[in-house]
């Protein structure tokens, strides 16, 4: 497998999320959305939008599990083979791309993550960070590549909550 360390296609600005169904049809047919709760709340009926005008079938919105752990990891693989997916997208914040990232490569499918606030690089970094069910801390996982393609819509990260939004922009 070649090294990709940086995604094939990075998407940005207001409204970009309008390109997700012309990105997702390219790599599959059966997308399997996961993510946090409050990330798939916000952004279900946007993707849903943008699949559907595509014409690509999303099989389910999966909450991750609350950590980038290898219970969730496993458990996530397991959905996105009974669910036939294609494609991954990862929706929220820095956990939840994590486990959608590792996900893809324990499925060997290609991810597209979608960051819901700003205080997160996990959307573009070959790289996971993962941790024990328990929440503490276990190891950096480097992946072998970068998701397939990362699209960071301006519109959504604005309405991330407050605080959120300033760590991402630095401010205290």
């Given at each position: 497998?070649?090294?990709?360390?940086?995604?094939?296609?990075?998407?940005r600005g207001a409204g970009a999320i309008?390109?997700?169904?012309?990105?997702a049809s390219a790599l599959g047919k059966r997308v399997l959305v996961l993510g946090g709760k409050h990330a798939l709340e916000a952004a279900s009926a946007l993707i849903d939008a943008q699949l559907?005008?595509?014409?690509?079938?999303?099989?389910?919105?999966?909450?991750?599990?609350?950590e980038c752990s290898e219970t969730q990891i496993l458990r996530l693989?397991?959905?996105v083979r009974a669910h036939a997916a294609d494609v991954i997208i990862a929706v929220?914040?820095?956990?939840?791309?994590?486990?959608?990232?590792?996900?893809?490569?324990?499925?060997?499918?290609?991810?597209?993550t979608?960051?819901?606030i700003a205080a997160t690089c996990a959307a573009v970094t070959p790289l996971t960070?993962?941790?024990h069910d328990d929440s503490h801390f276990r190891d950096l996982?480097?992946?072998?590549?970068?998701?397939?393609?990362?699209?960071?819509?301006?519109d959504i990260l604005a309405k991330a909550p407050l605080p959120w939004l300033a760590a991402g922009l630095a401010i205290r």
């Open positions: 497998m070649q090294q990709v360390y940086f995604p094939a296609r990075v998407v309008n390109q997700l169904g012309t990105i559907a005008a595509a014409g690509v079938s999303k099989c389910a919105d999966i909450w991750y599990g609350g693989a397991q959905d929220g914040g820095g956990k939840a791309l994590d486990t959608g990232k590792a996900v893809g490569l324990e499925t060997s499918r290609p991810v597209i979608l960051p819901t960070i993962r941790y996982y480097h992946l072998p590549v970068a998701p397939a393609a990362v699209i960071i819509d301006s």
